[in-house]
């Protein structure tokens, strides 16, 4: 097993780094926001829920 940040060999104190500098330089990147999930924005639904007690009109019970 090598190092995700340089490839040398691991450190058992350290795993999976192979020293506490390179721990500290991921570390730094998780704080940094460099490592991320890539994700969508979704698209809010325009119709309105079922039982939320609207119509296409608003609320009952309210002049149209």
Same mark, same amino acid.
Do not use: Q
């Given at each position: 097993?090598? =190092? #995700? !940040? =340089? +490839?040398? %060999?691991?450190? @058992?104190?350290? *795993? #999976?780094?192979?020293? *506490? *500098?390179?721990? &500290?330089?991921?570390?730094?990147?998780?704080? *940094?926001?460099?490592?991320? !999930? %890539?994700?969508?924005? /979704? /698209? @809010?639904?325009?119709? %309105?829920? /079922? +039982?939320?007690?609207?119509? %296409? &009109?608003? #609320? #009952? +019970?309210? @002049?149209?």
């Amino acid at each position: 097993m090598s =190092c #995700p !940040i =340089c +490839g040398k %060999p691991v450190d @058992p104190a350290y *795993r #999976p780094f192979c020293s *506490r *500098r390179c721990a &500290d330089v991921d570390l730094a990147h998780w704080l *940094r926001g460099n490592y991320a !999930i %890539p994700a969508t924005e /979704e /698209e @809010p639904d325009e119709s %309105p829920e /079922e +039982g939320d007690g609207e119509g %296409p &009109d608003g #609320p #009952p +019970g309210l @002049p149209h």
